[in-house]
């Protein structure tokens, strides 16, 4: 440069030594948002996580995200009320993230490529008593064993799943994916016992030599009415006639049947009923549509099949071929009450779907768990008021849905294990939530109008024994693609090139972005154009900056 | 080669010969034959190496060569009058920045009133510009002059400006000796920028500077022109050897060694002065010339020791400071002793002829001290004495330009010379 | 070589578009050629086709310094006949003078006994014009008219001129426009002689 | 621009920068590590500059086209001052400055010496803001495209002079509130019916190519500047460029007005070549041009206090601007 005219003419790229951070007030930071998703499940899957590797079609690596948490994905990619989709900030963009289907896509590509879970850890030396084989049993089972304890279900059935196989209709879940997930699990080197109820606890605990319990026993008692019927009427009780489409010979129904009660059974029974040959499915109950327990795409499915809906009706009386049905009334709070006008409906059997008890008497003879409602108490971490005897599923209540079982299993296993590692259970905080506000959408492509109703299609294709098809590979990365990625950076390089300042340093694929302090202005244009609102900015630190 | 030939197309050869690569005009007279010339050699194919751009103003025409020179290519262009003025802020642009671009000025009048004639007023809005300015007795020296300003801008990185009397020389046919190009080529090597822009080599050229060193870059700017002036005399130097010319340097001196009354100017009046010194030499007056060919830097001593012990010195001054007088006359008199008295005569303004005839009587007045500090060459008096009559009527007296500023202390520096 | 006295100094008259200046040029390159200084310059102007124009040519036997316009001419070169009302256009001619007039009419049919008597001028007039047109087919009367001058004023030689009319016409206008000089050449001698004859009478 | 790449709807990040699922090739210029940054850190431009952004995009572009073998000439104006304050500059790449009003005409001339000396595979960018393009710069830079010389001129418009302190520029749009065209009187702002269309005035002088864009959309605007330097001769490239300062935005809407100037109409974005216009970015979700006024504090005199329009029928020629340019240019495409 000497030979230079002098000031005239400068050194290329010489403001380096510039420092414009110090113009700064404010500072922008990266961060990780919890997205609605991973918010609402109830199994506690990271749905953004795995459909991040889905997105580049690395669905093995999706699959084992998904599996971390959950081992039954293509159970539940069948049986799940997706509350994950009913979040999905997507829906306010245009059709929220077909979750449920990309996870079911991802569980049978498991089952048919035959990939089998995680190794389990070496041998704790514990054994574990899980009650039960349903979701819950099963999930307890799986992360029990990963975490190298040797685990052994007792099941009072004679066949595994729990209402997985005898409360789940076929045509929601057919049994060879139930089964095939289940074998996944009991190849981890789960003990199996079936045809054993366990009635007493506490001696099972001790004549088994057991450290402890996680009991996950199904609500399969189904709850009664008193209704004045004639001899010969015919009244079966949903739960029975769910248990029994499994094997031995099923009940005939007749060609008009009627089922009292508005829960997923009362749908699933009267779903079951129209698959017998009813002609007549008429599902009768007490309250108005909004207010049936059942949830929506059940109560939407079956009015598909041809199942009627009678609201705001009781069933006062059943007579051989007929019931009769008294109107009700919703009074100012709500509640229904008779109106006295009285209806006649022909029915040829008459199929109670009023709920379902769990039976807890194995808790009988231990003071120290409470059993309150039909439930057991449990503290947050799912034990019981006895150390070491978790509960989980319909024996603690909540919705009672296979997903939430999961969830409550995998939360039970890992308060177990830090238990009888007497290590305290690790809080990992949970970040701030995404919402849809957050986001800057602009990046993410529309789904034009054209394309919206084949998404749905995609998601569901009517079969006999199955109601939703699955997804076609193309569909699946298609469906997983949609994925906005809420409040967690999946690096689009927006920051990074949109920084007036070259303020933001690129650390490469996967090491995400660093602010260079030493010349970011604080302008906030990263934060502005971040799609997933993964930067924010905070008050600069007077002793901090550039 | 001696030829008898237009100034303006001996000049147009003598570019052509330094090889430029960039040529660019708009035409305004009385410039417009050289770049015509040097146009039709492009096109002809005996000038090649050289694109000719047409520019569409005279702004453009120095921003094209600063553009061309910036990236390391040899780059021309001529001007005049308001050619000159209308790319001024370009013309301190490359001065500033130091590209060594050569500009003929074919100098000439400034408007109001539009004048399309010669004197030097253009030449002087453009002397702080940091340009050299060198100013040619006739088409022999312009012709000379253009070869060595090439030299000397790229040895000084300085843009330089050769002057010649529009249409007095530009139009005038003369005997020139026309240097060939293997005289050119060995006197002239190529072009070597001080500062280029390159990709291999990024630089920022034209920063902008504060308070904080401005003032610095001005003194280098001086110091590089003070320097030039040694440069110049060894290029003129060097120049005459090569192509066997009588040496031309800051300064030509006539007769002045010995005189008592020396005569200061620039251009083409010095040919018809130099004729009235050997006529009043041959009546025993003892008058000589100095004639300033670098105007801009300013040889203060060059100028000092040619004007010798002459007691008493004109400048004729072709271009008018309105409210001041003479500007080659201000910049003489800082080369000057105290008691040398020095008189400014405003001549030639707008095409004006200066005769031997008229030259010769303010010479007489001047050696027995009749001379006016200012004097307006052949002033129609008559003339403006009725204007201002006029002007007196309507309530403003003025005082008569000439004899208003004897009141003046330049008054003081006129003695009278032996008689 | 031709002999100059200490300087000859010419003044071309004409109208834009009949070469006045060019005839200056071509008059300075003829000097050139004859070994001569010469300098030849317009009286710049903002004329147009038409307008009446002036130009200059100085000859002399050592380096021309001056670039003053001449205002004391030797010799007048009129191109242009109907310029002869314009009274300004004698002024300066020295006593005894020259004027090469381009007219096909004699110096007597012109009426300026009275001037050519009081200031002793000679006067020589050829039909320039006319021998334009005949030979080079254009009226451009300047190479020819110094054809006459050639053979009026002993400084350039009708060789010279020829060379210069070769050097800066291309060769067509340039061999059309020799013979033209020529031709001149030869009548203004013719004439001379005449005047000389009468002379001696 | 969007239309010609192939579409990646519904995927993540389709209008990113970068997107993981797409080539290197894919992804925009400013999303390469490699970029040359031609403007580097340091400069002294204000908090979310759009000019400075914008030239960075525009020159890493031209950089990664030109394989590294460019010269820019820089007039007078924002962009030249907080970028070569001495004794730093932040330009990496051979830069040069000379005045306001002749940045094409050295440009021509840096073209014109380099084909002299063979050297035709570097190439030349011309930049300047508006006031250097469509006032004081505009007699230099139409004698360059009538000179067809190979320059790309890059006018980086914010639409008045900045540098001096907003004052109101031929490209400053109607209403708009500048320190010479106060909102107050009878018709606050810039007056409407002035003005000069430089994208058209460009296309009028023939030029092979001629294209504007804005700095909300990277992949657009490199893309035109590396088509741009497919061709020879005489380019315009005009870039809209937020300046917060000016416009009275936030630093951190920048990208977001840029956006919006596009997505209302206002501001077509398309290509030109031969003085045909060959191609044209549609909008995506056409608003309202109050949604892209009432950013901007310069149309502040147009609200009132709670955000009302107080000059609906200011709003409603400004609205009729935005139309006819989405007539004109068929800004909505082939959607309905």
């Known amino acids: 440069m000497s030979d230079q005219p002098f000031a005239i003419t400068l050194e290329a790229g010489s403001s380096l030594s510039n420092k414009t951070g110090t113009w700064r007030v404010e500072r922008p930071v990266y961060l990780n948002r919890m997205p609605p998703c991973n918010d609402a499940c109830p199994a506690g899957e990271d749905i953004q996580g795995w459909l991040f590797h889905a997105e580049s079609g690395a669905y093995e690596e999706a699959w084992r995200t998904l599996v971390a948490d959950n081992p039954l994905p293509a159970i539940m990619g069948r049986v799940c009320y997706r509350p994950c989709e009913t979040v999905c900030n997507r829906a306010q963009l245009d059709e929220a993230v077909g979750i449920n289907a990309v996870e079911r896509f991802l569980g049978d590509l498991a089952v048919a490529q035959g990939w089998s879970l995680p190794e389990p850890a070496p041998s704790s030396g514990t054994r574990v008593l899980v009650v039960g084989s349903g979701p819950g049993g099963l999930a307890a089972a799986y992360h029990l064993r990963r975490l190298g304890h040797s685990v052994t279900i007792h099941e009072a059935a004679s066949r595994v799943g729990g209402m997985m196989r005898f409360g789940i209709p076929r045509y929601r879940l057919p049994r060879d994916v139930l089964d095939a997930e289940v074998a996944r699990i009991l190849d981890l080197g789960v003990g199996l016992e079936l045809d054993r109820p366990v009635t007493d606890l506490a001696m099972t605990l001790a004549t088994g030599g057991f450290d402890g319990a996680i009991v996950a026993v199904g609500a399969q008692v189904g709850k009664h009415t008193e209704i004045p019927a004639a001899d010969s009427a015919r009244i079966l009780d949903a739960v029975r006639l769910l248990h029994s489409m499994e094997g031995e010979e099923p009940p005939s129904l007749g060609r008009r049947v009627v089922v009292y009660g508005g829960g997923d059974t009362a749908m699933d029974a009267a779903r079951t009923a129209k698959r017998m040959g009813a002609t007549d499915a008429v599902v009768v109950y007490r309250r108005t549509r909004d207010r049936m327990p059942a949830h929506a795409i059940e109560i939407e499915e079956a009015a598909e099949e041809g199942v009627v809906m009678k609201w705001l009706s009781t069933i006062s009386s059943v007579d051989e071929g007929r019931v009769v049905i008294e109107k009700m009334e919703l009074d100012e709070t709500g509640f229904p009450r008779p109106t006295g006008q009285a209806e006649e409906l022909a029915a040829d059997s008459v199929i109670l779907a009023l709920g379902q008890d769990v039976d807890l008497a194995l808790f009988s003879d231990m003071g120290d768990v409470a059993v309150r409602g039909g439930v057991v108490g449990v503290r947050a971490d799912l034990m019981t008021g006895r150390p070491g005897v978790f509960a989980v599923g319909d024996a603690v209540g909540d919705d009672r849905t296979v997903t939430s079982a999961v969830g409550q299993a995998k939360r039970a296993a890992r308060a177990f294990d830090a238990l009888l590692r007497g290590e305290p259970m690790e809080d990992h905080h949970r970040h701030p939530l995404a919402p849809f506000y957050s986001l800057n959408t602009w990046y993410y492509g529309d789904a034009p109008r054209e394309v919206r109703p084949r998404l749905e299609l995609a998601r569901r294709t009517a079969t006999f024994d199955e109601v939703k098809g699955g997804l076609k590979e193309a569909d699946a990365l298609f469906e997983a693609r949609r994925c906005l990625s809420c409040g967690n950076c999946f690096e689009c390089d927006n920051c990074f090139a949109m920084c007036p300042d070259n303020a933001v340093i690129k650390l490469g694929e996967g090491d995400r972005y660093r602010i260079d302090y030493d010349f970011c202005k604080g302008c906030g244009i990263c934060v502005a154009e971040c799609p997933c609102g993964a930067i924010a900015m905070e008050p600069e630190r007077p002793t901090s900056g550039g | 080669m001696l030829r008898q030939i237009e100034g303006s197309r001996a000049v147009a050869e003598a570019v052509a010969a330094c090889r430029p690569g960039v040529v660019c005009a708009y035409p305004i007279t009385p410039q417009t034959h050289i770049v015509e010339a040097i146009g039709a050699m492009t096109k002809s194919g005996q ?51 130091g590209l060594p671009i050569v500009m003929t000025v074919a100098n000439r009048a400034i408007g109001a009133p539009i004048n399309i004639w010669n004197d030097h007023s253009d030449a002087m809005a453009a002397r702080d510009a940091g340009w050299i300015q060198l100013f040619a007795e006739n088409n022999q020296q312009a012709t000379d002059l253009h070869i060595q300003a090439f030299r000397l801008a790229e040895e000084v990185s300085l843009p330089v400006m050769v002057c010649m009397d529009g249409f007095v020389l530009t139009h005038a046919v003369e005997r020139v000796d026309v240097p060939s190009q293997d005289e050119v080529d060995a006197f002239l090597p ?60 800051l300064v030509s001196p006539y007769h002045s060694g010995d005189a008592e009354l020396v005569v200061v100017a620039l251009g083409s009046v010095l040919g018809a002065v130099k004729d009235v010194v050997d006529e009043l030499r041959s009546g025993g007056a003892k008058v000589g010339v100095v004639g300033i060919t670098a105007f801009r830097p300013f040889p203060l001593e060059a100028l000092h020791r040619a004007v010798g012990n002459a007691s008493q010195v004109v400048v004729i001054d072709r271009a008018l400071s309105a409210g001041l007088g003479g500007i080659l006359s201000s910049d ?20 004006r002829a200066i005769t031997e005839h008229s030259i010769e009587s303010v010479l007489r007045d001047a050696l027995v001290g009749r001379l006016e500090p200012l004097r307006f060459l052949d002033l129609d008096h008559a003339k403006v004495q009725q204007e201002l009559a006029h002007l007196e009527n309507e309530g403003c007296s003025l005082p008569t330009p000439d004899t208003g500023l004897g009141a003046t202390g330049l008054t003081k520096l006129v003695g009278r010379v032996g008689t | 070589m031709l002999s100059v006295p200490q300087q000859l100094q010419v003044r071309f008259h004409g109208r834009g578009g009949q070469g006045v200046v060019t005839g200056a040029e071509l008059l300075a390159m003829a000097s050139f050629r004859e070994g001569h200084y010469a300098q030849a310059f317009p009286a710049f102007g903002s004329e147009r086709a038409g307008a009446p124009v002036t130009a200059f040519c100085r000859i002399a036997p050592r380096p021309i310094r001056t670039h003053s316009p001449i205002v004391e001419p030797d010799v007048l070169i009129i191109q242009d006949v109907t310029l002869l009302h314009d009274l300004n256009l004698f002024a300066g001619l020295v006593h005894r003078g020259s004027v090469l007039i381009n007219t096909p009419r004699s110096p007597d049919e012109l009426g300026l006994q009275e001037r050519i008597e009081a200031s002793e001028l000679r006067v020589v007039t050829v039909g320039a014009t006319e021998l334009a047109l005949a030979h080079v087919g254009r009226p451009v009367p300047n190479a020819v008219l110094l054809g006459g001058f050639a053979a009026m004023e002993p400084v350039v030689s009708l060789d010279a001129l020829l060379y210069a009319i070769a050097e800066k016409f291309p060769p067509v206008l340039a061999k059309t426009n020799c013979a033209a000089a020529v031709e001149a050449f030869r009548f203004v001698t013719a004439q001379s002689k005449e005047h000389c004859d009468a002379a001696a009478d | 621009m969007t239309e010609r790449r192939p579409a990646r709807f519904y995927q993540v990040g389709s209008f990113a920068a970068g997107n993981r699922l797409v080539s290197l090739a894919e992804r925009t210029v400013q999303a390469d590590p490699s970029r040359t940054n031609s403007i580097t850190s340091g400069h002294r431009a204000c908090q979310g500059c759009g000019e400075a952004l914008g030239a960075r995009c525009v020159l890493d572009a031209a950089m990664r086209a030109t394989d590294g073998n460019l010269i820019v000439v820089n007039a007078t104006g924002c962009l030249e001052v907080f970028s070569t304050p001495y004794p730093e500059s932040s330009w990496r790449i051979p830069w040069m400055h000379s005045l306001f009003a002749n940045a094409a005409s050295v440009a021509s001339g840096v073209a014109t010496a380099l084909e002299v000396q063979g050297r035709e595979q570097i190439r030349v960018i011309a930049q300047a803001g508006d006031g250097g393009t469509v006032d004081i710069g505009f007699g230099a830079l139409s004698g360059m495209f009538e000179r067809d010389d190979d320059v790309l001129f890059v006018c980086y418009d914010n639409q008045a002079y900045m540098n001096t302190g907003v004052q109101r520029s031929a490209a400053t749009p109607p209403a708009a509130r500048t320190a010479t065209t106060e909102a107050i009187g009878l018709h606050p702002g810039n007056p409407f019916g002035q003005g000069k269309d430089m994208p058209r005035l460009a296309m009028a002088h023939g030029l092979g190519y001629v294209a504007t864009a804005t700095v909300a959309d990277l992949h657009d605007l490199e893309d035109k500047v590396i088509r741009a330097m497919g061709f020879r001769g005489a380019r315009y490239l005009h870039v809209l460029v937020p300046c917060p300062l000016g416009w009275a935005t936030e ?30 970015s549609w909008i995506r979700h056409l608003i309202p041009v109050e949604e892209y006024l009432r950013l901007q504090g310069r149309y502040g005199h147009l609200f009132d206090a709670d955000g009302r329009a107080a000059q609906p029928e200011v709003l409603e020629r400004l609205q009729a601007l935005a139309d006819a340019n989405i007539a004109a240019y068929g800004l909505l495409g082939d959607r309905p």
């Open chain 2, 47 to 97: 000038l090649t190496g050289c694109r000719f751009v047409n520019v569409e103003s005279e702004f453009a025409a120095i921003s094209v060569a600063m553009g061309a020179s910036a990236v390391g290519t040899r780059a021309y262009t001529a001007t005049a009058s308001q050619g000159l003025l209308f790319m001024l802020e370009a013309v301190y642009n490359a001065g500033g920045l």
């Open chain 2, 190 to 249: 190529p072009f070597t920028p001080r500062q280029v822009l390159d990709p291999h080599l990024p630089t920022s050229i034209g920063a902008l500077v504060g308070p904080e060193a401005f003032e610095e870059v001005r003194y280098l700017a001086h110091a590089r022109h003070l320097h030039a002036l040694n440069t110049i005399e060894r290029i003129g130097v060097e120049y005459a050897e090569v192509m066997h010319r009588p040496f031309c340097g």
């Open chain 2, 332 to 351: 003489v008199a800082m080369a000057l002793d105290r008691r040398t008295s020095i008189a400014t005569v405003i001549a030639g303004l707008g095409g």
């Open chain 4, 251 to 280: 630093p951190s809407a920048t990208i977001e007005v840029a956006r919006r100037a596009k997505e209302c109409g206002l501001f077509p974005v398309f290509e030109a070549e031969r003085g045909r216009v060959t191609s044209v």
